[in-house]
């Protein structure tokens, strides 16, 4: 199945102005990141209050969440229990103490039902789920794992360059879409990292598959200059490329208005994250192996 045929589009030619838009999207997210002093953490990594609700028969999450958020709690997260008619509520405190919290929680119960319909079985302070030394462990495997795909793709594509231009690819649809959800003051939690994580590992397929393409053109026409050879392959490629990109969307699409609000950031950040991947694979990774090399053999020259 192909969505187009035989395309000649120059990305080579064009990628001053993929660079330029990527440079402004990256330049936005890291001012919005500076002038909010990072990025806005959810109770995984910040901590808060633990309250274990019981009820005569279990309301509707979203009348739950309805009451709290008109109560000023605007975050929380919440698991229920239905056998059990128990819900429990984790809040981020903000800047307000474990009483004010528990007393904004009761007050809305109290308004919306009868003070025998419900019981606060427990309230605790609980701590970061994230705390610094797993961010660091984290981290750690990160890096190694990036410098692993760099060895991966210089071992297959005997280069060294292939695989730094398809980790830096890599980090700009990680970084981009971090700073989309700053722009939009959106929460970082632990299902946005795995969201990010799944992202890497999608971007850098599509990537390698470009990789692949180019050096079977690289083999059977040995004399065709660099610049037409990655147009070529990226244009070979383009119809899988999009029709992939598509299905993902499409399904992330339905996650995004049907999945409920548990899955919604997860889902919005794999939505954008697919289309900034399918971007940076043909506009971002190929060009810099063009420019690398060009900027290479003008070096050798003098």
């Given amino acids: 199945m192909e969505l187009f045929k035989k395309t000649s589009i120059d990305f080579v030619g064009r990628r001053y102005i993929f660079f330029f838009i990527s440079g402004i999207l990256i330049l936005s997210g890291m001012l919005s990141l500076i ?38 709690i605007s975050v929380f997260e919440l698991q229920s229990f239905p056998y059990q008619h ?8 903000s800047g307000q103490d474990e009483s004010e919290v528990i007393a904004k929680i009761q007050r809305g119960l109290t308004q919306n039902f009868d003070e025998n319909y419900f019981e606060i079985i427990r309230s605790e302070y609980v701590g970061p789920v994230i705390g610094k030394h797993l961010v660091k462990r984290a981290s750690l495997a990160i890096l190694l794992s ?23 690819a890599l980090a700009h649809d990680v970084f981009v879409t971090a700073g989309v959800f700053s722009l939009l003051n959106k929460e970082v939690t632990i299902l946005v990292i795995s969201a ?43 119809s899988r490329t999009i029709i992939t990109s598509l299905t993902v969307f499409l ?26 991947g399918s971007y940076s694979t043909i506009a971002i990774a190929t060009p810099l192996v063009y420019e690398w090399e060009l900027r290479k053999k003008k070096m050798n020259k003098k």
């Fill in 251 to 276: 399904v992330l699409l339905a996650l995004f208005f049907f999945g409920g609000q548990v899955i919604h950031d997860f889902s919005f950040a794999l939505l954008f994250g697919v289309v900034v």
């Fill in 146 to 168: 990036l410098l692993g795909i760099i060895v991966y793709v210089a071992f297959r594509f005997k280069s060294a360059l292939w695989g730094t231009a398809g980790v830096i």
């Fill in 35 to 72: 002038f909010k002093g990072g990025p806005k953490l959810g109770i995984d990594f910040t901590g808060g209050t633990l309250t274990e609700i019981k009820f005569q028969q279990l309301p509707s999450l979203e009348q739950l969440r309805k009451i709290f958020a008109e109560q000023g």
């Fill in 196 to 238: 990010l994580l799944t992202l890497a590992g999608y971007s850098i397929n599509d990537t390698i598959v470009i990789f692949d393409r180019m050096r079977e053109t690289l083999h059977l026409r040995r004399n065709l200059p660099l610049g037409e050879l990655i147009n070529l392959s990226v244009n070979e490629t383009l």
């Fill in 86 to 93: 128990s819900i429990i509520l984790r809040t981020k405190l």
